[in-house]
């Protein structure tokens, strides 16, 4: 029986993401946030997914009036509905093979807000909740104008145009393609998990690594200039809990294909 999906975030580069890859193999509704607000359809479906979010929600400290996630939860009143949350890596502390039961550390407005989204979505929905801490996406962003990020590819992409290309030493980061990450939320859904799970690809990406991939359709030529670490910022998730259960090919090779289709994309 395929499953009901309702997606928010008609206009952003995850939710159209998401829309693509879910519809493959379950029935899948995209509709913007404001539509959602008045939606009145919301418990019909099996899973609720947002992905729209607010700029004040990025930028300042938590207040429920910015907090889009929980504007959607409280029009949910189905006890079938999952919610599915996507949150952030940036809630842990950084460091190597990290685990969802690694210390909650964050730093930035933004991810103080997941985490405060995170338990105040657990008091709601318990086992019909499943948290995402998703590492950096990896993804064709460039058609879409009102990114609120700015991601590794935005700013890699905004160099190369430039001829410029960071020599990044051996710093490390985990990242995830955003087609991976559309496989993987397919799955959960198949499989009906419930929980907190790591999305990433769980092992060390070299930066200079993910350029060289980026890069590799770019017929510029590049300055190459170096890049001083920033300390404490190299980190990798451990995916082992999720991976256990879903058991996809999540690798550096499949990153790699995903990459190299990528530059293709950027430098066509």
Do not use: C
């Amino acid at each position: 029986i395929m499953k009901k999906v309702l997606i928010i975030g008609k206009r952003g580069f995850i939710g159209k993401s998401l829309n693509k890859f879910l519809k493959l193999k379950h029935k899948v509704k995209l509709i913007s946030f404001r539509n959602a607000l008045k939606y009145k359809h919301i418990n019909k479906y099996n899973f609720v997914i947002n992905s729209s979010i607010s700029k004040d929600y990025i930028k300042n400290k938590y207040n429920k009036n910015f907090d889009n996630d929980l504007k959607i939860a409280e029009k949910i009143n189905n006890k079938g509905t999952i919610y599915v949350f996507l949150s952030s890596r940036k809630v842990y502390k950084a460091k190597p093979n990290i685990s969802e039961n690694s210390k909650l550390s964050p730093k930035s407005n933004y991810s103080k807000n997941k985490l405060k989204t995170e338990k105040i979505l657990y008091k709601k929905f318990k086992n019909n909740l499943i948290i995402l801490r998703i590492s950096n996406l990896i993804g064709d962003k460039l058609k879409f104008s009102k990114n609120l990020h700015k991601t590794f590819v935005d700013i890699f992409y905004e160099k190369a145009k430039k001829g410029i290309i960071y020599n990044n030493k051996k710093n490390y980061k985990d990242f995830i393609s955003i087609q991976k990450f559309g496989e993987i939320i397919s799955m959960i859904i198949l499989k009906d998990l419930r929980g907190t799970f790591n999305v990433s690809i769980g092992q060390k990406v070299y930066l200079n690594d993910l350029v060289k991939w980026l890069n590799y359709f770019n017929k510029r030529k590049s300055k190459v200039i170096n890049y001083d670490k920033v300390p404490d910022r190299n980190f990798y998730l451990s995916n082992k809990k999720l991976m256990s259960k879903i058991k996809i090919t999540n690798d550096l090779k499949s990153l790699k294909e995903d990459s190299l289709n990528l530059s293709k994309k950027l430098f066509r």
